[in-house]
Structures are given as C-alpha cells and as structure tokens.
C-alpha cells in the first residue's frame, strides 16, 4: 500500500507539471493520477457523495466486474446538437492533449474518464422533464473510484491553468477525497418505504392507437419497424431513494448494465440488459437485441416460454432487422467480424430476450465513439429506416424519452471504453418519478400483446423502486 505522504507527493509534483505546461501552452491542462486504495463500497460512495456535490455518476459492467463511482466535475463536455458524437470526442482530444497523466497499469475503468450519456434523439423538441439531461454530456469526475479484477483505485482529476493556485487546489482535492472516506464509513438508515401513486402519461387506449398507426405504416411499406415508448409517472409521499434502487438491482438483476447520472436534484438510472458497444485494446463487441416473452414460474414453463420466443416469426423478424442494421455499420468499422450463428436466448429476472452477439477489431481510424454515433439508436430502440422512423416518432409518440434509449457510459483517454442502451430505465425528481417502457412494432404487431409487453418491461423498475413491495 502507498503511504498517504508518497501519494500526495506524487500528485503535487503533477500538478505543478501542469502548472508549468498551462503556463507554456497558454491552455487548459488535465493532470490525473491513480493510486491503488483500500476496498469499498461502491454504492456507500454514491450514497455519501450527495452531502458533497450534486453531480455524481455510477456504472456498473454486465460482466467484467468493472465498478465506478464519479464524484464532482473537474470538466464537463455538453452537446445539444449534431454533431454531438463528433463534438464530444473533439472536446475530450482536444482536452488529452499535452495532458499530465500518472501510471494505471493499463487497467480498464482506471485513469482520466468521462461518464455520461447522449439523448435518444437530439433533434426531438425538449421538454422541462429533461431540463438537466442535454443531448450529450460527459463528465470528467474530480474523483473517480474504480473496482476492477478485485482491485480498487482511486483517480483525482483536475483541469488546470496558468491562474491556477496550485497549492490551494492540491489541499481543496485532498480534503475532498479525504471527506469521502470519512463519510464512507458511517452508516446511513435506508429509507422507509412510501405510498405511491401511479398514473399513464398516455392512456393504454392511447398508446394502443399509436400502435396501431404504426402497423399501418409498416403495412404501407413507410418503414420496416418502429418502437413506440411509453412512460408513467409516480407521486410518492417522501423522495425515491436511488441507493435502494441501485442496491436492488445489484441483487435481483445479475446479468444487467447498471447506471445512476445525478444533476442537481435529478438522477437518471436503471439496470439495462442491452450492451450498445464495448471497445477495449482495439478489440469490439456488441449485440442485437430484440423480440421479449416473459419467464416462466417453473423451469418446464420457462423453458416452453424460450422455446417459443425462437419459434415465433415475429420475434424473429424483429430481430433479424436488427442484426441487419447493426452487420451493415459493423462491416464498415470493423475488420475480422464474427457473429453469432443463429440468436440464442438471454434470460432474465422477469423477461427473456433474442440475442445475437458480435465480435472484432476495430478498424484503424475508428475510436469508440464513431462506432456509438453509427449504431445508435439502433432498430432495438428507434426503428429501420432510422431517419424515417425517428421523424415518425417526432411525430406520432407524444412523448419527450430525453436519456430514456439514448446511450450510456464512459470513454477513456484512449477513446476506448463501453455504451450500454439506457433501457428499463427511470428518472428520479425527488418526489416523482418517470419510468419509460418500449415495445418493437412489425407488420405483424398487435396493439394489445405490445401494451402487455411494455407493462412487463416496466416490472423490474417498480419492483426497484418498491411499488410492488417487493425487496
């Protein structure tokens, strides 16, 4: 273990390295150092950093046992507009070069990172629901904490210049990270639970005319497939506490992409099955999901369940104009593609889902957000034609989704990193929240069956956030 002496020395002589290039270079600089620390508790983290600052991030990996917890902003890149891919990866070069960058070993998650996200759609008309969520925003933590291969690591981050105060901002960061692990060592009481009013923000009849307009034009040969959303709204008698939300997550949905963004008083989570792209040492992975049908209370039903989830024709189709749509952006940003044979199932708590997996390298030249900006939003959560089906959303889905679809995630100082698809997904406004829901709609479709549907996707959210009762 480094001794605290030998970790601040280390990270002052950085900053007045910093100090010295801003003042030559007459620019901003980055200076972030990583040291190995003690084991945590991640959401402890999360949990203690709202007394601090209001601007906090969580992420937590699938698979790979990756953990971070942002706290603060040392820099923050906004996009409203296209080109928001382009703009935010120009603005995170332009911020790593001539950056004073600390060893971390070439691990995964550790180092200087922005964690955000990017809106479903950026040309949609906004609403005040996402009033702290802009088309794209990435967030470069004062501290990041990272657990990776059972190891855990702390990174401080700042951005100086040449009217930087070095020893007050090394004395300021210090005491921050030192508060944290004050704070992370006292024990909070978990909130009680609350009643809870829900309501449609459309009706079902509603949205099932949506629906309904939607085959119509799929029928009409306007497009291949569309996804409608829906969303509902909860009034609680006291705030939603998104710790117990992220806690339950982390024990009832293994398997899952689990995320909290907080912006002031908003936080935008949820625990989604659907990766968008991993890129890590020029190696990428991705899927195609798409086609749902519910688990079944024995394993002889929910094996009859998957059964006919791989049967059905519908399901099939909506996942084949996935798959489809994701192997034509692949092919041109990848070398080396290989996909899966035939879609295999992916089974989760309440729900299970076609999924095709895919894996490459990555093309030179390409960097992880140019493959974000091509995919997304793929035909899982927008629909085939892209342009076509995005305009016939903007015009017939009543309904602002902000982050709820978009893509969320973080990207390092190699443009390396992952982006999930922000899917069973809620927003968190102290008192009320709003939980969004999707449903693929093909030739085929019925209005009904895809109301049903969305009321399952919705399930997991509910249940995180105690309206079922469940724990």
């Known amino acids: 273990?480094?001794?605290?002496?030998?970790?601040?020395?280390?990270?002052e002589l950085a900053l007045r390295q910093g100090f010295r290039q801003a003042t030559r270079l007459g620019k901003p600089i980055l200076v972030s150092v990583s040291e190995r620390v003690g084991e945590f508790d991640a959401l402890a983290i999360l949990q203690r950093g709202a007394q601090m600052t209001t601007a906090r991030a969580?992420?937590?990996?699938?698979?790979?046992?990756?953990?971070?917890?942002?706290?603060?902003?040392?820099?923050?890149?906004?996009?409203?507009?296209?080109?928001?891919?382009?703009?935010?990866?120009?603005?995170?070069?332009?911020?790593?070069a001539d950056a004073v960058i600390g060893d971390s070993q070439g691990l995964p998650g550790v180092g200087p990172l922005v964690l955000g996200g990017f809106a479903f759609d950026a040309l949609r008309h906004k609403t005040p629901l996402w009033k702290n969520f802009p088309g794209a925003r990435l967030v470069l933590p004062k501290l990041l904490f990272t657990k990776t291969r059972d190891e855990f690591w702390l990174t401080r981050n700042v951005v100086i210049d040449q009217e930087t105060q070095v020893d007050s901002t090394l004395l300021t960061l210090n005491a921050f990270a030192e508060r944290v692990r004050q704070e992370i060592s006292r024990v909070l009481p978990r909130a009680a639970a609350h009643e809870v009013e829900m309501r449609e923000l459309i009706s079902a009849h509603a949205w099932q005319n949506i629906v309904a307009d939607a085959v119509e034009t799929i029928r009409r040969g306007d497009l291949e497939k569309v996804v409608a959303a829906r969303a509902v709204e909860l009034q609680a008698d006291a705030p939603f506490d998104s710790i117990r939300a992220l806690d339950y997550f982390s024990k009832h949905a293994p398997g899952t992409y689990q995320f909290a963004f907080a912006r002031e008083q908003d936080i935008f989570l949820g625990a989604t099955p659907e990766q968008l792209v991993c890129v890590r040492a020029g190696k990428l992975e991705t899927m195609g999901l798409a086609g749902s049908m519910p688990r079944g209370a024995t394993p002889t039903q929910d094996e009859q369940f998957g059964n006919e989830l791989l049967a059905s024709a519908k399901e099939r189709s909506e996942q084949e104009i996935v798959v489809r749509a994701m192997r034509e952006v692949l092919g041109d940003t990848c070398v080396q593609l290989q996909m899966s044979a035939a879609p295999?199932?992916?089974?989760?708590?309440?729900?299970?889902?076609?999924?095709?997996?895919?894996?490459?390298?990555?093309?030179?030249?390409?960097?992880?957000?140019d493959v974000v900006e091509r995919l997304h939003p793929t035909p899982a959560v927008g629909g085939r034609p892209r342009a076509a089906a995005l305009q016939w959303l903007r015009e017939h889905e009543q309904l602002d989704r902000g982050w709820y679809a978009g893509a969320v995630g973080w990207v390092d100082a190699n443009l390396e990193g992952e982006f999930s698809v922000a899917i069973r997904s809620a927003l968190l406004q102290e008192y009320v929240a709003t939980l969004f829901a999707g449903c693929g709609i093909v030739a085929d479709s019925i209005p009904e069956r895809e109301y049903a549907e969305a009321v399952l996707k919705l399930k997991p959210m509910l249940a995180a956030l105690q309206v079922t009762g469940d724990e």
């Open 58 to 96: 969580y992420w937590k990996a699938a698979r790979d046992q990756l953990t971070l917890v942002g706290l603060g902003i040392a820099h923050a890149i906004d996009g409203v507009e296209s080109p928001r891919f382009r703009q935010a990866a120009a603005d995170w070069r332009y911020l790593l």
């Open 344 to 369: 295999t199932l992916l089974k989760l708590g309440s729900i299970q889902h076609l999924i095709t997996r895919f894996n490459g390298n990555l093309a030179n030249g390409y960097t992880l957000l």
């Open 1 to 11: 273990m480094i001794s605290q002496k030998t970790r601040t020395n280390e990270f």
